[in-house]
T-cell receptor, first 122, second 107 residues
Framework: EVQVVESGGDLIKPGESLRLSCAAS????????MNWVRQAPGKGLEWVGR??????????DYAAPVKGRFTISRDDSKNTLYLQMNSLKTEDTAVYYC?????????????WGQGTLITVSP | DIQMTQSPSSLSASVGDRVTITCRAS??????LNWYHQNPGKAPKLLIY???SLQSGVPSRFSGSGSGTDFTLTISSLQPEDFGTYYC?????????FGQGTKLEIK
């Protein structure tokens, strides 16, 4: 069974940093393209960024609001995805989801974790 | 960026009703269009990918159609567990973008 489990959410102050983790199991993580998606309280879904598999270059892409502040990385030996968030702003307050993209018949967010809440407040 | 616009933004319907939600892209996304369902406090769940492919385990009352800029999600006979919010999402180009959501409520 495919599982992705996020952790690391916290209450922090503007300007501080935080790293989220996403532990994956039930599939070949090293072959997977992974995404982060977030949802501010009471709002819709927003794509944060993506990392390709190392065999596909391991490159990353980011949404404009987080580019230059957030970094996605992966440790295939630990089946874990990371989201390093620096210079956090109040508008980064959201539940952050880790998602898989199987790239079979298209590109889509197939499996989602339960999410982890980041609250950025003075 | 490609903007995704869903209509309606909210909808009231009864169990057994046929429901249609539409999604329009500001530029062609071919068939790189996905649909998700979310209940309050829960993670979204993939329903339809590539405009019309039913995700494994999703009931056959859900169907998707369209290509280019106009897409439709149809629920043939609404069930109690179908209430919640529906989102479309384009994966044609980065940045991936979502529609604003359609909240489906019990009449």
């Amino acid at each position: 069974e495919v599982q992705v489990v996020e952790s690391g959410g916290d209450l922090i102050k503007p300007g501080e940093s935080l790293r989220l983790s996403c532990a994956a199991s039930g599939f070949t993580f090293s072959n997977a393209w992974m995404n982060w998606v977030r949802q501010a309280p009471g709002k819709g879904l927003e794509w944060v960024g993506r990392i390709k598999s190392k065999t596909d270059g391991g490159t990353t892409d980011y949404a404009a609001p987080v580019k230059g502040r957030f970094t996605i990385s992966r440790d295939d030996s630990k089946n874990t995805l990371y989201l390093q968030m620096n210079s956090l702003k109040t508008e980064d307050t959201a539940v952050y989801y880790c998602t898989t993209d199987p790239r079979i018949g298209g590109r889509y967010f197939q499996h989602w974790g339960q999410g982890t809440l980041i609250t950025v407040s003075p | 960026d490609i903007q995704m616009t869903q209509s309606p933004s909210s909808l009231s319907a009864s169990v057994g009703d046929r429901v249609t939600i539409t999604c329009r892209a500001s530029h062609s996304v071919s068939t790189y269009l996905n649909w998700y369902h979310q209940n309050p406090g829960k993670a979204p769940k993939l329903l339809i990918y590539a405009a019309s492919s039913l995700q494994s385990g999703v009931p056959s009352r859900f169907s998707g159609s369209g290509s280019g800029t106009d897409f439709t999600l149809t629920i043939s006979s609404l069930q109690p567990e179908d209430f919640g919010t529906y989102y479309c999402q384009q994966s044609y180009e980065i940045p991936y973008t979502f529609g604003q959501g359609t909240k489906l409520e019990i009449k």
